[in-house]
C-alpha cells in the first residue's frame, strides 16, 4: 500500500515539468495540493466505509506509469472512432487525437475542446471550476487525477445553449501497463440543454488503468442527459468518478453502464444544490469470470423541493462479484424532498455475489423517502413455462436474463448507443445476439 | 399404439405421495376431461405430464405415442406435441409476447425439420388465430401476460395452444376465475382446435366447461388415483351429487379418508 503511493508520488516528480507547463499558475497550485493530499490518504482500505466491499490489492499489485502520447497505431482505431458517428472527441491513452476526431455541426456557442487547449484558452472558465466540484480532498483516486491530468475535455455551453446531438467523448486504452488520467469538464450554463457520451473502452490485452473524473455544472435550469460506458478490456481496471452540482431547476439523467475491466469502480455523484433541481440515475451492471464491479451513487438533497430517481440493476455470473452502494443524504432545510432509489440484482450462478447497500441519512422531516434492493435468481416458473414452450433450458435462461436487463436499455434514448448497449449485453450472454427483438 | 397411456403412476413431493395410482389412456381425436375435488392430484398430474422436476415419480409409467415421456425434457416433449395450458400463466416482464410466441414456435418447427416462420409470416399466422379466441392484436405487443386479466390470460393460453398446434393439450383449469362471457369465448376457442389428430385433457373443478365443450370420456380424481371414469352423465351426476358422493364408496385402501368438499 505504501508502495504504490510511493511509486505514484515519484511518477508525479518525473512529470513535473511537463505537468507544470499545463495551465495557470491556480491549477499548478491545484495540482500541488492534490498530490499533498494524495500522499496524506494514501489508496483507500476495506476499512473506508465507502470501499468496504472492493479490495484494490489487485490494482495496486501492479505499477501503473503515465501513458505516453504516442506509440499506437492510428489504423487499427480508426474503425472504433467511426463506429461513434457524429461529434466525437476521441483520446488515446488518454491524449487527445484531432485526427480521430470531429465536431462540425455543434452551435458556434458551445465551447468544445481539448483540456489541454482548454488551459491555454480559456483559462478563466478553467480556473473557476476545475478542482472545485470534484474535490481531491475527498479521494486519493481524485486527488491523482487532479495531479496527473494532461487532457480531457471542456465542454461549455452558454446561457441558452442547445445540443441536437450528442458529443460522445471516446477514451481508447491501447498501452500495457500504462494508466491514463482524463478530465471533463462540462459546464452548462443557464437553460443550456445537451446530450453527452462518455464511452471507456479498450484495445491492450495486458492490464492498464483508467481513473477518469468528470466534473459537471449545471447551472439554474440546465438540463443534461449523461451517458457513461465502462467497457474496458477484460484485465483492465477501471476508476471513474462523474461528480455534479446542479442549480436551481436544473435536470440530470445519468445513465452508467459497466460491462468490462476486470476491476471496475464508478461514482456518480450529485449535488441538488439549489430547490427544484432533480436527477434520475440509472445504472446496469454485468459481470462475468472474476469481474468485480463497484457502484457508488451519492445524491445530496441539499436544498428544498428536489427530486431524486435512481434504478441500478446488476446481473452477475459465474464467479463474478458486484457492489452497489447508493447514498441518499437529505439536508436539514430540505424540505418536500421526494426520493427514491431501488437495486435489483439477478446473480445466474452460485459463485456469483453482490453486496447491496442503501444509505440513506435524512435530517429532514417533510420528505419522502423510499429505498428498495433485491438479489434473485431467475424465476423458476418462468423457465418451465418457456420450456414447456420448446425453448431450450439455456435459450429460456437467456432471454429471461436478456428480459431482466432491457428495462435499463429502454430507458435509452440514443438510438445509435442503445445499439451498442444491445451487442455489448448480448455478448455478455451466450448466443445472445437475436435477443434485441425480444420486447 | 395409444397417443397417451398412464399406468399405475405414483408421484410425489418431499417424500409425500400424491398420485397413487393413476391410469389413464387417451387417444387421439379423443377429449377427456379429469374432474376431482381440490388435492386430488389433477394440478400435479397435469404439472407432471410437461415436465415439471418438483416432483418425483416413485412407481409406474407414461408413454406418449409409445415413448418414455418422463425421460424427456419440458422441451422435447413441447418438440413431440405436448402442450400444457397452465392454471396461473406466467408474467414475464420485458419479453415481447409476438416475439415470445415467435420464437417459440421456431424453436419447435426448426427440431421438427421445418422452416422458421419469419415476422411477417408469424404475424399473419398470430390474426387469424388471435380471432379464434378474440383477442386484440395489441396482446402481441405487450409483455408475456403482463398485466393481463385472468381471462386475457387463459385466452393467451388457447392462442399459444393455436399457434404451437400440439398433439396433446392439457388444460388445467382454465376455466376457473372466469365469467360466463370469458368462458364461452375459452369453451370457443378450445372447441376449434378439436381435431381428429389431437387429444384433449381438460382439468377442471367444476362441470360447467363441459356444458360447452363436451368430452368423450369423464374421469373422477378422487385421493390421487381415478375413482371413477364414464361418459358425460358422470360430469352431471357429480354436479347434483357432490363430491362427497364418491366417498359413499369408500376406496378400502384410502388411508386418507374422507375428501374435502
Given at each position: 500500500?505504501?508502495?504504490?503511493?510511493?511509486?505514484?508520488?515519484?511518477?508525479?516528480?518525473?512529470?513535473?515539468?511537463?505537468?507544470?507547463?499545463l495551465?495557470?499558475?491556480?491549477?499548478r497550485?491545484?495540482?500541488?495540493?492534490?498530490?499533498?493530499?494524495?500522499?496524506?490518504?494514501?489508496f483507500?482500505?476495506v476499512?473506508?466505509?465507502?470501499?468496504?466491499?472492493?479490495?484494490?490489492?489487485?490494482?495496486?499489485?501492479?505499477?501503473?506509469?503515465?501513458?505516453?502520447?504516442?506509440?499506437?497505431?492510428?489504423?487499427?482505431?480508426?474503425?472504433v472512432?467511426?463506429?461513434?458517428?457524429?461529434?466525437?472527441?476521441?483520446?488515446?491513452?488518454?491524449?487527445?487525437?484531432?485526427?480521430?476526431?470531429s465536431?462540425?455541426?455543434?452551435?458556434?456557442?458551445?465551447?468544445?475542446?481539448?483540456?489541454?487547449?482548454?488551459?491555454?484558452?480559456?483559462?478563466?472558465?478553467?480556473?473557476?471550476?476545475?478542482?472545485?466540484?470534484?474535490?481531491?480532498?475527498?479521494?486519493?483516486?481524485?486527488?491523482?487525477?487532479?495531479?496527473?491530468?494532461?487532457?480531457?475535455v471542456?465542454?461549455?455551453?452558454?446561457?441558452?445553449?442547445?445540443?441536437?446531438?450528442?458529443?460522445?467523448?471516446?477514451?481508447?486504452?491501447t498501452?500495457?501497463?500504462?494508466m491514463?488520467?482524463?478530465?471533463?469538464?462540462?459546464?452548462?450554463?443557464?437553460?443550456?440543454?445537451?446530450?453527452?457520451?462518455?464511452?471507456?473502452?479498450?484495445?491492450?490485452?495486458?492490464?492498464?488503468?483508467?481513473?477518469?473524473?468528470s466534473?459537471?455544472?449545471?447551472?439554474?435550469?440546465?438540463?443534461?442527459?449523461?451517458?457513461?460506458?465502462?467497457?474496458?478490456?477484460?484485465?483492465?481496471?477501471?476508476?471513474?468518478?462523474?461528480?455534479?452540482?446542479?442549480?436551481r431547476?436544473?435536470?440530470?439523467?445519468?445513465?452508467?453502464?459497466?460491462?468490462?475491466?476486470?476491476?471496475?469502480?464508478?461514482?456518480?455523484?450529485?449535488?441538488?444544490?439549489?430547490?427544484?433541481?432533480?436527477?434520475?440515475l440509472?445504472?446496469?451492471?454485468?459481470?462475468?469470470?472474476?469481474?468485480h464491479?463497484?457502484?457508488?451513487?451519492?445524491?445530496?438533497?441539499?436544498?428544498?423541493?428536489?427530486?431524486?430517481?435512481?434504478?441500478?440493476?446488476?446481473?452477475?455470473?459465474?464467479?463474478?462479484?458486484?457492489?452497489?452502494?447508493?447514498?441518499?443524504?437529505?439536508?436539514?432545510?430540505?424540505?418536500?424532498?421526494?426520493?427514491?432509489?431501488?437495486?435489483?440484482?439477478?446473480?445466474?450462478?452460485?459463485?456469483?455475489?453482490?453486496?447491496?447497500?442503501?444509505?440513506l441519512?435524512?435530517?429532514?422531516d417533510?420528505?419522502?423517502?423510499?429505498?428498495?434492493?433485491?438479489v434473485?435468481?431467475?424465476?423458476?416458473?418462468?423457465?418451465?413455462?418457456?420450456?414447456?414452450?420448446g425453448?431450450?433450458?439455456?435459450?429460456?435462461?437467456?432471454?429471461?436474463?436478456?428480459?431482466?436487463?432491457?428495462?435499463?436499455?429502454?430507458?435509452?434514448?440514443?438510438?445509435?448507443?442503445?445499439?451498442?448497449?444491445?451487442?455489448?449485453?448480448?455478448?455478455?450472454?451466450?448466443?445472445?445476439?437475436?435477443?434485441?427483438?425480444?420486447? | 399404439?395409444?397417443?397417451?397411456?398412464?399406468?399405475?403412476?405414483?408421484?410425489?413431493?418431499?417424500?409425500?405421495?400424491?398420485?397413487?395410482?393413476?391410469?389413464?389412456?387417451?387417444?387421439?381425436?379423443?377429449?377427456?376431461?379429469?374432474?376431482?375435488?381440490?388435492?386430488?392430484?389433477?394440478?400435479?398430474?397435469?404439472?407432471?405430464?410437461?415436465?415439471?422436476?418438483?416432483?418425483?415419480v416413485?412407481?409406474?409409467?407414461?408413454?406418449?405415442?409409445?415413448?418414455?415421456?418422463?425421460?424427456?425434457?419440458p422441451?422435447?416433449?413441447?418438440?413431440?406435441?405436448?402442450?400444457?395450458?397452465?392454471?396461473?400463466?406466467?408474467?414475464?416482464?420485458?419479453?415481447?409476447?409476438?416475439?415470445?410466441?415467435?420464437?417459440?414456435?421456431?424453436?419447435?418447427?426448426?427440431?421438427?425439420?421445418?422452416e422458421?416462420?419469419?415476422?411477417?409470416?408469424?404475424?399473419?399466422?398470430?390474426?387469424?388465430?388471435?380471432?379464434l379466441?378474440?383477442?386484440?392484436?395489441?396482446?402481441?405487443?405487450?409483455?408475456?401476460?403482463?398485466?393481463?386479466?385472468?381471462?386475457?390470460?387463459?385466452?393467451?393460453?388457447?392462442?399459444?395452444?393455436?399457434v404451437?398446434?400440439?398433439?396433446?393439450?392439457?388444460?388445467?383449469?382454465?376455466?376457473?376465475?372466469?365469467?360466463?362471457?370469458?368462458?364461452?369465448?375459452?369453451?370457443?376457442?378450445?372447441?376449434?382446435?378439436?381435431r381428429?389428430?389431437?387429444?384433449?385433457?381438460?382439468?377442471?373443478?367444476?362441470?360447467?366447461?363441459?356444458?360447452?365443450?363436451?368430452?368423450?370420456?369423464?374421469?373422477?380424481?378422487?385421493?390421487?388415483?381415478?375413482?371413477?371414469?364414464?361418459?358425460?352423465?358422470?360430469?352431471?351426476?357429480?354436479e347434483?351429487?357432490?363430491?362427497?358422493?364418491?366417498?359413499?364408496?369408500?376406496?378400502?385402501?384410502?388411508?386418507?379418508?374422507?375428501?374435502?368438499?
Amino acid at each position: 500500500m505504501t508502495e504504490s503511493r510511493q511509486h505514484y508520488l515519484a511518477r508525479f516528480e518525473s512529470l513535473r515539468e511537463r505537468l507544470d507547463k499545463l495551465g495557470t499558475d491556480r491549477v499548478r497550485r491545484l495540482r500541488r495540493s492534490a498530490i499533498e493530499r494524495f500522499g496524506d490518504l494514501g489508496f483507500p482500505t476495506v476499512k473506508n466505509e465507502e470501499w468496504k466491499f472492493t479490495n484494490l490489492a489487485p490494482l495496486l499489485a501492479v505499477p501503473f506509469e503515465p501513458a505516453n502520447r504516442d506509440g499506437f497505431d492510428l489504423d487499427a482505431l480508426r474503425p472504433v472512432a467511426a463506429r461513434f458517428d457524429g461529434a466525437r472527441l476521441v483520446f488515446v491513452d488518454g491524449h487527445f487525437q484531432p485526427s480521430l476526431s470531429s465536431v462540425g455541426g455543434l452551435p458556434k456557442a458551445a465551447v468544445v475542446s481539448d483540456l489541454a487547449t482548454a488551459f491555454a484558452e480559456n483559462p478563466a472558465l478553467v480556473e473557476a471550476n476545475l478542482g472545485q466540484h470534484a474535490l481531491a480532498k475527498s479521494s486519493a483516486f481524485t486527488a491523482l487525477n487532479t495531479a496527473l491530468m494532461q487532457d480531457g475535455v471542456l465542454l461549455q455551453l452558454p446561457k441558452g445553449t442547445v445540443l441536437n446531438d450528442p458529443l460522445q467523448l471516446v477514451f481508447v486504452s491501447t498501452a500495457p501497463s500504462k494508466m491514463s488520467s482524463p478530465r471533463i469538464l462540462i459546464v452548462a450554463g443557464e437553460g443550456a440543454r445537451a446530450t453527452v457520451v462518455e464511452a471507456y473502452l479498450g484495445l491492450c490485452e495486458p492490464p492498464y488503468l483508467t481513473n477518469a473524473v468528470s466534473e459537471i455544472v449545471l447551472e439554474q435550469g440546465a438540463q443534461l442527459e449523461h451517458y457513461r460506458l465502462q467497457d474496458e478490456s477484460a484485465r483492465a481496471f477501471h476508476v471513474g468518478l462523474v461528480q455534479v452540482t446542479q442549480g436551481r431547476d436544473s435536470h440530470l439523467v445519468s445513465h452508467s453502464f459497466s460491462f468490462g475491466a476486470s476491476l471496475a469502480r464508478t461514482e456518480v455523484r450529485t449535488v441538488l444544490g439549489e430547490e427544484g433541481s432533480s436527477c434520475a440515475l440509472n445504472g446496469l451492471y454485468m459481470g462475468r469470470v472474476q469481474q468485480h464491479l463497484d457502484n457508488l451513487t451519492s445524491i445530496d438533497h441539499a436544498s428544498s423541493h428536489c427530486t431524486s430517481r435512481e434504478l441500478y440493476k446488476g446481473v452477475l455470473d459465474q464467479r463474478s462479484t458486484g457492489v452497489f452502494s447508493g447514498r441518499i443524504r437529505v439536508h436539514p432545510d430540505a424540505q418536500q424532498t421526494d426520493a427514491s432509489q431501488t437495486n435489483k440484482n439477478l446473480l445466474l450462478s452460485e459463485d456469483a455475489m453482490v453486496d447491496t447497500k442503501p444509505q440513506l441519512e435524512i435530517f429532514a422531516d417533510d420528505v419522502k423517502c423510499t429505498h428498495g434492493a433485491a438479489v434473485g435468481q431467475l424465476d423458476e416458473d418462468a423457465i418451465f413455462y418457456l420450456r414447456t414452450r420448446g425453448m431450450a433450458q439455456q435459450d429460456a435462461k437467456r432471454l429471461l436474463t436478456y428480459a431482466f436487463a432491457r428495462e435499463m436499455v429502454e430507458l435509452i434514448r440514443l438510438d445509435a448507443f442503445k445499439a451498442r448497449i444491445e451487442t455489448s449485453i448480448a455478448t455478455k450472454l451466450p448466443n445472445g445476439r437475436e435477443l434485441a427483438e425480444a420486447a | 399404439m395409444h397417443l397417451l397411456e398412464i399406468r399405475n403412476l405414483h408421484a410425489g413431493v418431499d417424500g409425500k405421495e400424491i398420485l397413487r395410482g393413476v391410469n389413464l389412456t387417451i387417444d387421439p381425436g379423443e377429449v377427456h376431461a379429469i374432474m376431482g375435488p381440490n388435492g386430488s392430484g389433477k394440478s400435479t398430474l397435469a404439472q407432471l405430464l410437461a415436465g415439471r422436476d418438483t416432483y418425483s415419480v416413485s412407481e409406474g409409467q407414461v408413454l406418449y405415442q409409445g415413448e418414455d415421456l418422463l425421460s424427456m425434457s419440458p422441451e422435447d416433449r413441447a418438440v413431440a406435441g405436448v402442450f400444457l395450458a397452465f392454471q396461473y400463466p406466467v408474467e414475464i416482464p420485458g419479453v415481447g409476447n409476438m416475439y415470445f410466441m415467435r420464437t417459440a414456435l421456431n424453436a419447435i418447427r426448426r427440431r421438427r425439420g421445418l422452416e422458421e416462420l419469419d415476422a411477417m409470416d408469424f404475424l399473419a399466422l398470430a390474426k387469424e388465430k388471435l380471432k379464434l379466441v378474440e383477442m386484440d392484436q395489441k396482446f402481441m405487443n405487450r409483455s408475456v401476460n403482463e398485466g393481463f386479466s385472468g381471462g386475457e390470460k387463459k385466452r393467451n393460453e388457447i392462442l399459444q395452444l393455436a399457434v404451437l398446434d400440439p398433439k396433446l393439450a392439457i388444460l388445467d383449469e382454465t376455466d376457473s376465475g372466469l365469467d360466463i362471457d370469458a368462458l364461452k369465448i375459452i369453451a370457443h376457442g378450445v372447441n376449434g382446435q378439436r381435431r381428429p389428430d389431437r387429444a384433449m385433457l381438460l382439468i377442471t373443478h367444476y362441470q360447467r366447461l363441459l356444458n360447452y365443450v363436451v368430452p368423450d370420456r369423464v374421469h373422477v380424481m378422487a385421493d390421487g388415483r381415478i375413482a371413477r371414469s364414464g361418459d358425460r352423465q358422470l360430469a352431471m351426476e357429480l354436479e347434483q351429487k357432490g363430491y362427497a358422493w364418491l366417498e359413499q364408496q369408500p376406496d378400502p385402501t384410502s388411508r386418507r379418508g374422507a375428501v374435502a368438499q
